[in-house]
């Protein structure tokens, strides 16, 4: 099977395919679209062509349009920003575990973020007992006490470790909030939007979390320990050639919140164009 094929009787011919391919792969010749053969390896399987035909004209070998769900209408100004000022940093959760197949809903949600090039290699290590979870609190806490006992600046700058590792101690939980499950992303490090990838698929998941009665909270102290602390790395199990790229806390959360928080206005700088009147 070629890599793409057209169904003359359906296309009407509109070339929308072609112009949505982002590596201009099918082109137009004489109205009729095909596929340019030496452009083909490029291709990055992101499924535009299929999903954009509105004719269910074009199929691609990896899919074709019954595999592709209609998109149905976009959600509203309102919906959505109702949606993103909804979410909040959750550090109080009930004393209840996630279910894994809640936590696997979760991330199969958040995998339909954008990736560079949809390269899709974002790695995910969950973790869905709060036994494990306070392990990970634990690595953190010997990775500040490291820096303290260095005298390191980080120790000091924003945040005052040995403080947060007295509370600790004192049994305050300020890595984890005694979260009953946390999740890490990971990506390899050959991979030059891992972080970024990570970040934006954490993002979808915590925007995605209330529709699943979860709450999030993402996990600062980890990731600022995960970068050098090579113990931490082992203990949750990063694949060789892979780096640590993100973490977040999930559990159901203690407290609901009944109103949404104002917040500072963008500053914007316009670059060219006409100002308004």
Known sequence: ??????????????????????????????GNPSVVEERAPTCIHCGHCVCVCPDSALTHEDYGPADC??????PSEADIERIIRRRRSV????????????MEKLIRIARYGPTASNSQLVGWIAIDNR???????????????????WRHPAARKGYDFKRLIEAYEAGLDVITRRAPALVITHAPKSHHFGVIDSTIALTSMDIAAPSLGLGTCWGGFIMAAAGDHKPLQKHVGIP??????????????????????????????????TAPI
């Not at 201009?24 to 010749?29: A, G, Q, S, T």
């Not at 769900?69 to 976009?74: C, F, I, Q, T």
């Not at 036994?131 to 006992?149: C, F, P, R, T, Y």
């Not at 949404?260 to 914007?268: D, K, T």
Request: aromatic share 8%; proline share 6%.
């Open 1 to 30: 099977m070629s890599l793409i094929k057209f169904d003359m009787e359906l296309c009407s011919h509109c070339g929308a395919c072609a112009f949505e391919c982002p590596v201009r792969i099918i082109k137009l010749v004489g």
């Open 69 to 74: 769900p209609l998109s149905g209408e976009a």
């Open 91 to 102: 550090r109080a959760y009930k004393n209840k575990p996630v279910e894994r197949d809640v």
């Open 131 to 149: 036994e494990g979870v306070k392990e990970v609190s634990d690595h953190v806490i010997q990775w500040m006490a490291k820096l303290v006992k």
């Open 240 to 273: 060789k050639g892979h780096v640590f790229t993100g973490a977040m806390m999930i559990g159901y959360p203690k407290y609901e919140y009944h109103r949404l928080p104002q917040r500072n206005e963008p500053q914007i700088t316009w670059l060219g164009g």
